[in-house]
């Protein structure tokens, strides 16, 4: 069975995202980009929500030829270009860049994508994350704390049924006071 992880920044008060999708305050440093660039690397499949994957597909495919461009940019653009991707959205929209597009029902996808045989996958925004976290299929959490309060916006962490119960497994600081911290799902 596949691993499924849930990762994103997020601000201390615990949100993706702040009133209007702002997420001007999450901008990386160097180090944790590169962090997420590895992660990537290391991800078999990545599924997306549509809100996700506009703003991804909107910089990613084409930002290795803007300029200015740093090389960990290149690097992070190369590696997402060529990651698998499904995309759940219930309207049919284009899909490129080794991209799929699913418009049935997001968790019995996600069920049977894990019980395939194959690496590691990374679910990504916040809708399609809490189906998935309500339906108990998330294994693991990444959360890379900024130190910023929002107020308000998109949350991490969906309201659930029952508890998740969970096991710290790595620990870490980053430049600019952000940090990382990773839980695993108790079966």
């Known amino acids: 069975m596949r691993k499924l992880t849930f990762g994103m920044n997020v601000?201390?008060?615990?949100?993706?995202?702040a009133p209007?999708?702002?997420?001007?305050?999450?901008?990386?440093s160097d180090e944790l980009?590169?962090?997420?660039?590895?992660r990537v690397a290391a991800t078999d499949l990545a599924l997306y929500g549509r809100k996700l994957w506009e703003t991804m597909?909107?910089?990613?495919?084409?930002?290795?030829?803007?300029?200015?461009?740093?090389?960990?940019?290149?690097?992070?653009?190369?590696?997402?270009?060529?990651?698998?991707?499904?995309?759940?959205s219930s309207a049919a929209r284009p899909v490129d860049w080794n991209t799929r597009l699913v418009t049935s029902d997001a968790v019995t996808e996600i069920s049977r994508l894990k019980?395939?045989?194959?690496?590691?996958?990374?679910?990504?925004?916040?809708?399609?994350?809490a189906a998935a976290m309500r339906a108990g299929l998330i294994d693991e959490y990444v959360?890379?704390?900024?130190p910023v309060l929002v107020g308000g916006g998109t949350p991490f962490f969906t309201a659930l049924d029952n508890w998740v119960n969970l096991t710290l497994?790595?620990?870490?600081?980053?430049?600019?006071g952000v940090v990382l911290t990773r839980y695993e799902t108790k079966r």
């Open 11 to 17: 601000s201390l008060d615990g949100y993706t995202a």
């Open 20 to 28: 209007g999708d702002d997420i001007g305050w999450s901008v990386p």
């Open 33 to 38: 980009f590169q962090w997420w660039s590895d």
């Open 57 to 88: 597909s909107s910089h990613w495919p084409t930002a290795d030829q803007q300029p200015k461009v740093t090389p960990a940019e290149i690097e992070f653009a190369h590696r997402w270009q060529a990651m698998p991707k499904v995309v759940f």
């Open 115 to 129: 019980a395939e045989d194959g690496g590691p996958m990374d679910i990504g925004g916040a809708t399609l994350a």
């Open 143 to 146: 959360l890379a704390t900024a």
């Open 169 to 176: 497994v790595e620990t870490r600081t980053f430049p600019g």
